[in-house]
């Protein structure tokens, strides 16, 4: 049972690895038109060449890199239907030791990232509109860090609770102005990708003991929030906007 | 094996929206609501899709009824894959104009109905051994307040939290039981209407009041649900998944 993204032309950012890897493959084998970008150029082809996609080198900082990923999707496929904006790092450090030039690149390639991106997107979904309401669908990838937090975990909280706001203030404003483009955030709980593993001890997203603060027990895995996030590019969310939807496997409950 | 999915108040709106596209999803339907004669309706209409249904006529008020429904639906069918209580009620008063009785009744009708749901649901799906995903059909209503709403808004709250704790105990059940609520904003159904008319005013209040100035239809909570219910939300439970146009959001 799947929800229809075929022929839909989608940008996805920090398709490298993890989420983004993820949704590109499933979107790819679910026939959507992929743009795959990711700061790692090389990464990124590889991901490409697998699902037959275009891989571009993608700066999310960088307005330049933004128009040329647009650029692309028009150039190959005509227009562009839907923006994943996706890429991220992360950070854990203490508030009293944190670095401000680290502050500031988690909020550059989260907040800044997505905000450039945006502007980018709808420019391009307004103009191959035609005139009539332009559709289209954003998707930020925020976290349930948006909502909740934890030790160490601050610079990445602010910069994730801005991308989900984000996705709130932009999905009402398009809205009102009349355009059908929806904006809504998706926030997963702690995800098996290799960003996560890169702070974690060699293995330990492995071991059952890590998951045992989810209440459903199992891993989850880059697919499950790639599946969501094909939803909401689909026709059948089309009356979502402006909302966050949680996959965390019921980690934030408690 | 064939998967089934319960579906109440599956005689009209959202309920019989959701049980069509359920069916599509390839589910055998089991509808449930007071009326026979809708009921068939219902069931005929997911076989003209070429779907399988069958329709249980009973009160999703009374333990006794959803006691003698899981009976007969656990020795009849090897698995219960999907619950979605759908069926529900609504009224708007303002608060000095209701009585404790009309409170009462709303809360009777839309979170006993779910309480029970989800009672007997974890039940057939535990007895079944079952990894299924019962969606509660809540509410923005549960989220934000609405004038002239206070009993629906409470009741419909009182959805949403309960069912993020029965997502808890679904998850201790062995398979694990996904629970979520789906909070639908201002969906154009009779129960809508019923209450505010069906009109060129009501409609117009219904679309202003979203971001995206449309009607929200059966069938984009239907596609909702069926998404929830879906191995595709494997990792989502304790979810309040909002399907608003953006209504709530400004």
Redesign the interface.
């Known amino acids: 049972?799947?929800?229809d993204v075929k022929g839909k032309v989608v940008l996805i950012t920090g398709a490298a690895s993890g989420i983004g890897a993820a949704t590109a493959r499933l979107a790819a084998a679910r026939g959507a038109h992929v743009i795959a970008t990711d700061l790692d150029g090389v990464k990124v082809q590889g991901i490409a060449a697998d699902c037959h996609c275009i891989g571009l080198t993608h700066d999310v900082t960088d307005p330049h890199d933004w128009d040329n990923a647009i650029a692309a999707a028009v150039h190959h496929h005509g227009r562009l239907d839907a923006l994943v904006s996706n890429a991220g790092i992360v950070n854990y450090e203490p508030i009293i030791d944190l670095d401000m030039a680290r502050f500031r690149k988690l909020n550059q390639v989260h907040v800044e990232g997505s905000f450039i991106g945006m502007q980018r997107a709808v420019a391009q979904m307004r103009k191959q509109a035609d005139g009539k309401p332009a559709t289209g669908s954003i998707i930020l990838t925020a976290s349930v860090m948006a909502n909740c937090v934890a030790p160490g975990i601050s610079a990445y909280a602010v910069a994730k609770s801005a991308m989900a706001n984000m996705a709130?203030?932009v999905?009402?404003e398009?809205?009102?102005k009349?355009d059908?483009i929806?904006v809504n955030a998706v926030c997963p709980?702690p995800t098996r990708t290799p960003l996560l593993e890169g702070v974690m001890a060699p293995g330990a997203m492995d071991d059952p003991e890590h998951w045992k603060d989810v209440?459903?027990?199992?891993p989850?895995e880059p697919e499950?929030i790639a599946?969501?996030i094909?939803?909401l590019i689909s026709e059948?969310?089309?009356?979502?906007?402006?909302?966050?939807?949680?996959?965390?496997?019921?980690w934030?409950?408690? | 094996m064939t998967r089934t999915a319960i579906v109440t108040g599956s005689t009209s709106g959202i309920g019989r929206a959701t049980a069509l596209r359920l069916a599509k999803a390839g589910f055998h339907i089991i509808a449930t609501g007071r009326s026979m004669e809708r009921g068939a309706e219902t069931v005929a209409q997911v076989k003209a899709a070429k779907g399988s249904a069958e329709f249980h006529s009973f009160d999703v008020t009374l333990e006794s009824d959803w006691a003698a429904f899981a009976d007969t639906i656990t020795s009849a069918h090897a698995s219960v894959d999907a619950l979605i209580n759908s069926a529900g009620s609504f009224f708007a008063r303002p608060l000095p104009d209701t009585t404790l009785e009309e409170f009462r009744a709303l809360c009777t009708a839309d979170v006993e109905s779910v309480v029970l749901g989800t009672k007997y649901g974890l039940r057939m799906m535990r007895d079944t051994r079952t990894a299924g995903s019962i969606v509660n059909i809540s509410s923005l209503a549960g989220l934000i307040g609405l004038e002239d709403c206070a009993a629906y808004c409470a009741a419909k709250a009182a959805v949403t939290h309960f069912s993020r704790v029965a997502a808890l105990e679904g998850a201790q059940l062995d398979p694990k039981v996904r629970v979520n609520s789906l909070n639908p904003g201002v969906i154009y159904t009779e129960m809508i209407t019923g209450a505010y008319g069906d009109s060129d005013d009501v409609k117009a209040f219904v679309m202003d009041g979203n971001a995206l100035q449309r009607v929200g239809t059966a069938q984009d909570i239907a596609s909702a649900a069926t998404f929830l219910a879906s191995p595709a939300a494997r990792m989502i439970t304790g979810t309040a998944m909002l399907v608003d146009g953006g209504r709530g959001a400004d």
């Open positions: 049972m799947t929800f709130r203030a999905g009402v398009l809205g009102r009349g059908m929806r709980g209440p459903l027990g199992v989850q499950d599946e969501s094909l939803f059948e969310s089309a009356f979502m906007t402006a909302t966050q939807l949680v996959v965390d496997g019921g934030s409950l408690t």
